[in-house]
């Protein structure tokens, strides 16, 4: 948001207008849904802090709580759902539920986008139950995809030393820019090669190398078309994390719990306002 000239001035900051979501940019008339004055919002959010770090709720109700509470709230310009997605794994965290591995449960909500705001919805008209059975069911279906993910991703690092012994004709000698390259990957899988130059050290010449001789096994992947600057990313990486959203959405999408969800919450809602 720095970067934006329109949001440039919001970045960091709570917001200090009303905003909505849907209708059009100069009115909330027609808004899919409107969320609660600027002036409130400071008080929302240290009920919501105090309410996320509270240890005696089960955790997927709280995870599943604190994102709908955050997501109506909506405290910021821009990047509401972007935090609010990141909230789901921040409890998780928190509460010891995962350690090592991140939990995709926005997948599924994304797969199933009509349900979701329905869920959504009904937890704005006072029952949390949807949004909660929602969040168990994409928790039932993401668990073990990340987990399936997780094992893969622990695979590759041998993978790329093969990889890189077979084009090269002998493994990354200890030591070079491009062994530790390697090794870095698994937790800086996107990089700039300047960046890359100033966490390994050693001579620029010999970190454009390395990299050109990774990108030339198939290693690495460019993710612009520039020359200066270019960004580098672990491709089997990138594969693999786009692999475990679509695995995530399609169970999903076949799955009929969530058309049981959005049609008990579609006649409670009709119900409500009759």
């Known amino acids: ?68 509470q955050f997501e109506s709230i909506h405290p910021f310009t821009d990047g509401n759902g972007r935090i609010g997605r990141a909230l789901i ?53 993401s668990a073990p995809e990340a987990a399936t993910t997780a094992q893969r991703l622990a695979e590759m690092p041998q993978q790329w030393a093969d990889r890189y012994s077979e084009i090269a004709g002998r493994p990354p000698r200890a030591g070079s820019a491009a062994r530790k390259i390697l090794d870095l990957l698994p937790t800086v899988p996107f990089f700039t090669a300047e ?7 050693g001579a620029t010449s010999s970190v454009y190398s390395a990299i050109e001789r990774l990108a030339g096994a198939g290693i690495l992947r460019p993710l612009t ?15 693999e994390l786009e692999d475990l959203g679509a695995r995530i959405a399609a169970q999903t999408v076949a799955d009929p719990t969530w058309r049981e969800i959005q049609s008990q919450v579609i006649g409670d809602l009709l119900r409500r306002e009759q």
């Not at 004055?37 to 240890?55: G, H, I, K």
């Not at 960046?195 to 050290?201: H, N, T, V």
């Not at 078309?225 to 990138?238: H, P, V």
């Open 225 to 239: 078309q520039r020359t200066r600057r270019q960004i580098w990313c672990a491709g089997a990486i990138i594969d």
């Open 1 to 68: 948001m720095a970067e934006d000239f329109v949001e440039a001035g919001y970045a960091g900051r709570v917001r200090d207008m009303q905003n909505w979501i849907g209708g059009s940019d100069h009115a909330p008339r027609n808004a899919l849904y409107v969320p609660p004055p600027p002036e409130t919002v400071e008080a929302y959010l240290e009920d919501l802090l105090e309410f996320a770090n509270r240890d005696d709720v089960p955790v997927l109700a709280q995870a599943a709580i604190a994102h709908a």
């Open 195 to 201: 960046e890359m130059e100033e966490r390994i050290g």
């Open 89 to 141: 794994n921040t409890i998780l965290r928190r509460r010891g539920v995962t350690s090592t591995v991140v939990v995709p449960l926005a997948s599924a909500l994304v797969a199933r986008k009509d349900a979701y705001f329905d869920v959504l919805t009904a937890y704005r008209a006072g029952d949390a139950g949807p949004i909660i059975r929602a969040f168990a069911r994409a928790a039932r279906t």
